[in-house]
């Protein structure tokens, strides 16, 4: 079987997903919102399709927290911004009616809070908080910088950096040996001017700037999806994004099985089967065609001793890497700070403190910080309440009078996180080798969710959805006439 390229897949979609044949049977592992997709559309085409859920909710990272706010106040655990370039997100969000509404990340009020002091963008301001800059940059704006850092090597690189088919060329091959920190410095950047276009890179702070592939972060800086292009048009789900993946549930009702983890996959010419966990019983059941969509982080838990993977295939998932992320949410009885939309980036542990809630109604407010990469390591160590103070106990610099404010909180330790691992694929030096082993079926198994995404930096709703249609294109092409 040929494998779909990303130009195919694409065609398939904005073509309705047309003539496609699909199997009989198949069982879909994990609801989260690849999995929901390739029920959806295979069940529409008639094929008897069983979703299997470790947990008791649709939707896996996308994933909204109502409790313990008061008021109806939620936070995004995992997935909050769409953009109109996500052309999946916004192909399924227009098709089950999902509502859309402004961003937070637009018009936030964005200052650095460095050494005890605040100060923006601008390179007077940067200039007062006495930092190791080069001249050259002394005189710039960190804007200018990424310019001169970031975008410029995008420049360079086009037009393959941004072609619609991903592909690693000869001029672009040596960029996935280096990593983000080696590239910045050998164009010159200094070590304080990294630290100042860090959180323009938020995708890259799950990991570490010195081990992340500089190649698949150019990949996301020269494409629409950077956050240093976000634009008015910027979006996230009205009402949370849990919204989106309930909407594909509403519709799946009946197919869907939750709290059915997968332990064990196995598979011989004629079938595949899938071992899950049942009410504290073992249930096996059998199909033509299986598609594990479920991070590698937790698939490593699978047994697929009898699932004749190819060495690469099992090289892939115990090797990929997946991003530490941990967001604290305070729930402050009013706002009792000054700027609208705040949103700092700091040199605290915290490191970013925002208004998570900044369009909210009602007096009270919710405060997340976003703390990543090493130090997300650290906050994870410690007990939930212990977390809660520690958190308070650093904003009162940025934000005095926060624990006077403060109600209740809670927190979200992706590393932790049962069914999940980790907050998404971290594409390390050397990712390129990896990706063509992570998508590929073997046999009557195939691979969707975010990681097995064209992309070498997955990592978002719309690349889930896009490994969901390559699945469905791959199973029209795997099935008998
Ligand atoms: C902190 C954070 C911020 C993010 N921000 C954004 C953003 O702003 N915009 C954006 O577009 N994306 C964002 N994302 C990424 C986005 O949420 C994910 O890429 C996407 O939701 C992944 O979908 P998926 O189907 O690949 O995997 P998942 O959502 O992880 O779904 C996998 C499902 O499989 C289930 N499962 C796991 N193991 C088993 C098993 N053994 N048996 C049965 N079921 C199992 C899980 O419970 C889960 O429901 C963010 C993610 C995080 C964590």
Redesign the pocket.
């Known amino acids: 079987m040929a494998e779909p390229t990303q130009t195919e897949v694409r065609q398939a979609l904005d073509n309705g997903l047309e003539g496609l044949k699909t199997p009989r049977k198949v069982i879909v ?8 997709a390739i029920a959806h559309e295979l069940t529409r085409r008639g094929s008897d399709v069983t979703v ?4 008791d ?7 909204t927290l109502r409790d313990p706010f008061a008021d109806g106040l939620y936070a ?7 953009t109109p370039y ?1 052309h999946y ?1 916004m192909h399924y969000i227009r098709e089950l009616g999902v509502e859309l509404e402004k961003s937070d990340l637009v018009d936030t009020d964005f200052a650095y809070f460095v050494g005890g002091r605040f100060a923006g963008t601008d390179p007077a301001s940067l200039n007062r908080l006495g930092l190791p800059l080069n001249d050259e940059e002394r005189r710039m704006s960190t804007d200018q910088m990424v310019d001169r850092y970031v975008q410029a090597v995008c420049r360079e690189l086009q037009p393959e950096i941004g072609a619609p088919e991903w592909r690693v060329t000869e001029r672009m091959a040596p960029y996935d040996l280096r990593s983000v920190h080696q590239v910045l410095r050998e164009r010159g950047a200094s070590d304080a001017a990294i630290d100042l276009m860090e959180p323009y890179f938020l995708e890259m702070r ?1 990991g570490d700037l010195k081990s992340a592939s500089a190649l698949a972060w150019l990949r996301h800086e020269a494409s629409p999806h950077s956050l240093v292009k976000a634009d008015p048009r910027w979006s996230k789900i009205k009402g949370g ?1 849990d919204q989106f993946p309930r909407a594909f549930a509403e519709r799946l009702k009946g197919h869907i099985h939750y709290r ?4 064990r996959v196995e598979q011989d010419g004629i079938a595949a089967r899938v071992t ?1 966990t049942d009410q504290g019983r073992l249930q096996t059941m059998e199909a033509d065609r299986v598609v594990l ?3 590698f982080s ?2 490593r ?2 047994d697929f001793s009898d699932a004749r993977f190819s060495d690469a295939k099992h090289d892939a998932i115990r090797r990929l890497k997946y ?1 530490s ?1 941990v ?1 604290v949410y305070l729930q402050m009885r009013r706002k009792f700070w000054k700027d609208a939309n705040a949103s700092y980036s700091t040199d605290l542990p915290v490191r970013w403190v925002r208004d998570a809630t900044p369009h909210t109604e009602g007096p009270r407010r919710i405060v997340e910080c ?1 703390i990543t990469g090493w130090r997300a390591k650290a906050v994870a160590a410690m007990g939930d309440e212990e977390r809660l103070r520690f958190v308070l106990d650093q904003i009162e610099a940025p934000l005095p009078g926060a624990r006077e404010h403060f109600e209740t909180g809670t927190s ?1 330790v ?1 590393d932790k996180r ?3 691992e980790g ?2 694929i971290l594409p390390e030096t050397g990712h390129d080798a990896l990706m063509p082993a992570i998508r590929k079926p073997e046999g009557r198994v195939h691979f ?5 995404a064209f992309e070498p930096n ?7 959805l896009e ?2 249609v390559r699945t469905v294109v791959e199973l029209d092409r795997a099935t008998e006439a």
């Open positions: 592992v994990g609801a989260g919102l690849s999995g929901l299997l859920e470790a947990s909710r649709p939707g896996g990272r996308a994933y995004e655990a995992g997935a909050m911004t769409v996500c997100a799950g994004t059915r983890a997968v332990v899950f969509a479920v991070p937790v698939a838990h699978i991003s992320i967001r976003l979200v992706w049962p069914h999940a907050a998404y969707a969710g975010e990681h097995a997955g990592g978002s709703m719309t690349f889930a490994s969901a």
